[in-house]
């Protein structure tokens, strides 16, 4: 896939460049909790800095229902950009306030949560029409939001033509680390599969039994695969109206050949918060009043032992409920033998993307994907809305 590049905007001196970035990160009283985002976006808006004449940044943040809601302004973001770019961010209480178009030579502004207008997620051309009208260049950043088809990515690039309009250096990283993931991907290719639910992940399950070598499979979704193959499985998460398609991927994998792992063991809990009862059980033998809670370690070896070997790795979503320290062993486990490979490893998911950090092992990651459901559409092989827009 080839992208207009940054580097190839026209006219890029005079320019008055609206650029599209994910700021969606968690806030919370006013403060943001992870800059993972905000920090990706640099280098875009330094490049840009650097020649430009104005430059404004948009994004969404939260699920902001079309109308203003303090509880998702992206105010708490300017201060933070500010202070990571080293010049002043002028924020701006609307995405469409008049005084947009008046900005001085030489400013930067961050304009207000972009859903908080209507047009927004409807994909509305008023809506987008009147975003860009103040910008002479658009440019597209925002990778953790290519998967959704609303105004600022996708309407709004179709109002530049070629020339005026250009992928950023962050989506440019993303889609080639993704490309290199999907397009005959180095084998054996491993994937890694978990989180809570499969009733979100089923078709990237099914892609990627046309790509890999070995899928592992964890967390919550894994207690489907378990119940589907006819095992008690006592309080678990389970999700019932998912059995048959839990079925369909085995069998699917069962006839590539392909190596389907689910957990042999398991943790098991009678709660989350400070449980009583904490037990390794094998995974048929779940008792009718706990609930899995994590890969016992049986499975984390198995698991590890599979990755061990791996050329391409790609992982989404926890093997438990790692956001308690004596649930996390699996996730941490994946973590670190991701780490440890000597393949291309690729991490998408924002659960999963927490779990390298707490590991500490960021750093040893070939690429660590700012997007959660957009590096799994891509991995699906879907046409992604912001892309296409950009390349039309
Ligand atoms: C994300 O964090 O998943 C992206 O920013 C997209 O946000 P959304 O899931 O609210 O559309
Ligand atoms: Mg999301």
């Not at 947009?100 to 008023?126: M, Q, S, V, W």
């Not at 020339?163 to 440019?172: I, N, Q, W």
């Not at 006592?234 to 991927?249: F, K, Q």
């Not at 092992?361 to 660590?368: N, S």
Request: proline share 6%; with cysteine; aromatic share 4%.
């Amino acid at each position: 896939m080839i992208l207009p590049a940054l580097t190839d905007l026209d006219g890029v001196e005079d320019a008055r460049v609206l650029t599209r970035l994910d700021l969606n990160v968690p806030v919370a009283n006013g403060e943001v909790l992870d800059d993972t985002r905000i920090v990706a976006a640099l280098p875009t808006l330094r490049w840009l800095g650097e020649r430009a004449s104005v430059i404004a940044a948009c994004s969404h943040l939260g699920k902001a229902k079309g109308t203003p809601d303090p509880a998702y302004t992206l105010a708490p973001v300017a201060p933070v950009l500010a202070d990571a770019l080293g010049r002043p961010v002028r924020f701006v209480q609307d995405c469409l306030d008049p005084t947009i178009a008046a900005a001085e030579p030489g400013t930067l502004l961050l304009l207000e949560n972009l859903r908080f207008h209507p047009g927004e997620k409807a994909n509305d051309i008023d809506f987008a029409a009147k975003l860009t009208a103040p910008f002479t260049h658009f440019v597209n950043d925002a990778f953790g939001t290519a998967h959704r088809a609303h105004a600022s990515v996708s309407a709004s690039p179709r109002l530049y033509t070629s020339g005026k309009k250009a992928a950023g250096f962050l989506m440019e990283r993303e889609v080639s680390a993704l490309s290199r993931v999907v397009t005959d991907p180095e084998q054996p290719f491993v994937a890694v599969v978990g989180g809570a639910k499969i009733s979100t992940k089923t078709a990237p399950l099914e892609a990627l039994l046309d790509r890999v070598q070995t899928l592992l499979i964890g967390g919550g979704m894994a207690n489907t695969f378990l119940k589907a193959q006819g095992r008690e499985i006592g309080r678990s998460l389970v999700e019932d109206e998912m059995l048959s398609r839990a079925r369909a991927v085995m069998e699917k994998a069962a006839d590539r050949s392909i190596e389907l792992l689910i957990p042999t063991d398991v943790v098991v809990a009678d709660g989350l918060d400070n449980p009583s009862r904490v037990e390794i059980v094998p995974s048929e033998l779940v008792p009718s009043d706990l609930m899995v809670v994590d890969l016992g370690p049986e499975s984390r070896q198995r698991y590890t032992t599979a990755l061990a070997g791996a050329r391409t790795v790609f992982w989404n979503g926890p093997m438990g409920v790692f956001e308690i320290d004596a649930f996390a062993e699996g996730t941490l486990a994946i973590a670190t033998a991701m780490a440890e490979s000597s393949g291309f490893t690729v991490v998408g998911g924002g659960e999963s993307v927490m779990a390298i950090r707490r590991a500490g092992v960021v750093d040893r990651i070939d690429h660590v994907s700012t997007g959660g459901g957009a590096s799994l559409s891509f991995l699906t092989g879907d046409v992604l809305p912001a892309l296409a827009a950009l390349e039309e």
